[in-house]
């Protein structure tokens, strides 16, 4: 008997899950962690964070244009969070 004869045997490509990019994930945490510090007092540190935030969002998100990566929602929403957080650490700044 051949193979051919039985087609559930064939080695055809494996498709694997999409991968969530690590960018987005760190992007996530520091703009967060923005919001915390800020809340903390530590507006410096807050602010380096919701940059980090917005960087790490950017590139999470031209990561996720392949369709082996998954997370471009996730870094879509860290950077709005990290532009937001921006505009957080600088009030705490004045007040």
Same mark, same amino acid.
């Given at each position: 008997m +051949?193979r !051919?004869n039985?087609?559930?045997?064939?080695?055809? %490509?494996?498709?694997?899950? %999409?991968? #969530? !990019?690590?960018? *987005?994930?760190v992007?996530?945490?520091c703009a967060l962690g923005? @919001?915390? @510090?800020?809340? #903390?007092?530590?507006? *410096?540190?807050a $602010?380096? $964070?919701? @940059?980090v935030?917005?960087?790490a969002g950017?590139i999470?998100?031209?990561?996720?244009?392949?369709?082996r990566v !998954?997370?471009?929602?996730?870094?879509? @929403?860290?950077?709005? $969070?990290g532009? $937001?957080g921006?505009?957080v650490?600088?009030? +705490?700044f004045?007040?």
């Amino acid at each position: 008997m +051949s193979r !051919s004869n039985y087609p559930n045997n064939y080695p055809g %490509p494996m498709m694997s899950a %999409p991968v #969530r !990019s690590t960018a *987005s994930i760190v992007a996530i945490l520091c703009a967060l962690g923005s @919001f915390y @510090f800020s809340h #903390r007092h530590t507006q *410096s540190l807050a $602010l380096l $964070l919701a @940059f980090v935030a917005i960087g790490a969002g950017l590139i999470g998100g031209v990561k996720a244009l392949s369709p082996r990566v !998954s997370g471009g929602i996730i870094s879509i @929403f860290a950077v709005l $969070l990290g532009v $937001l957080g921006v505009i957080v650490a600088l009030l +705490s700044f004045v007040l």
